[in-house]
């Protein structure tokens, strides 16, 4: 996919400086920089080799009509920030540039005056003074040209906040970014002036039709497997094999500490994508990466309603660059293998027992709870059924009053039970020991 940017180094008419000599300009952004880390080698390797920025062009300098006192944008002040994108686009046209040949825009100042970017275009710059993180660093670069081809701000499963999978570029300011391997530049406390990385995750690569899905490992959707994956580091795609793998909705990508994410240790990460944000999954114990024998599951037992469902990292082989995850799924039955000792509080022993005495069998929160006939609570779920019967294609008029009826006969029923005397009728009782022996079912 052929997505050249237009780049144009524009000056407020107040300062006139102009920081780098144009070439370190073209090698930041075009292929005169191919091989030092640069923009063009970014969008190659975080899509599999489908972003062609190639067509990348330096324009400028231009001067604008405008003073750096007229400038308004900021993070509270959008369209200020939009005029600015304005501006500039306005005078390279006005130059002569025909802007309806780029995918997009970065206006690059002469000034580290703002960093943003969206579809509309891409606002970065430096003043060449060494003062501080560059807004020319590739970390920053591909997090805004990263909005320009609409990806968002990354988040760890739960967040509500942007910024929070700090291995993924789209969270940049978390920070896992590794210090330029050519512009090596200190500021004045010896930090990088510029830094790389770190990469694209899967999730988001996918989002945008970047990840090569010839070589992602593809759930066949089948009700049971057990299967181990090897897997490449994920921006690798020199190396044979799998560069990820998609397993449920879940993405699974090997990140090791190289090259653009230098700064990420050897690991598996897991993300999921939802409405348009992806998400950084932690293992089942909380971490963000997931190491050797690490994993998230569902538990085996549970498999009245389907289970099983696991992830588990096998081990990670930073030597020959490989990971192998292990991943699984069982089919929904009802197991038929019973236990030879106790504790026999198991869902599979409630369910078994309660459907041979006509129970009511309710899952919550993973555990299987029966209730008697005889308790007021199986009247209540009866009713609850009841609505829950009450299917689309029948008439609104006769839905709602299948609604009425059953919540009428709950309101009826609690009301009967708050008066009732309390302990009428145990809701879970299953197990009975006779004679030193525990029993099943119905004797
Ligand atoms: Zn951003």
Redesign the pocket.
Known sequence: MQTPWAILLTKFNDNNDEPFPRLRYEEIFTTAGTGKWNMVDYFSDMSHGKLDLSGTQVFGWYTLDKATADYTGSGLNPAGRDELLQWAKDKATSEGVNLGDFHNVVVVLNSGRDL??GLNGIVCGDDGANSALSGLSPSFLG??M??GYGLN?SRREGSTV?YTDPFDV?S?DAGRSAPHPIYTDLDPFGQPVYEIGPGLNAANMWSKGLLDMTRVWTDPGSARISTSVQLRPLHRRDLPGYLAARFGEYFIEFRMNTGWDARVPACILVHRFEKGISYLVPDEDGNDTFRAGSGISTPENLSVLGSGFSIRVKSIDVANEVATVSLGRAPAQIPKVFPQEGPFQTPWIKWLEAASLGEAVVILNGTAVSIPRSSPAYGILENVAMIGSSHPLMSERLQISIREEAMTNIARLSQTEMSAPLFRSPTTSLHRKTGGRWENGSS
């Open positions: 943003f970017g997090q805004e990263g909005h701000h942007d789209m940049v």
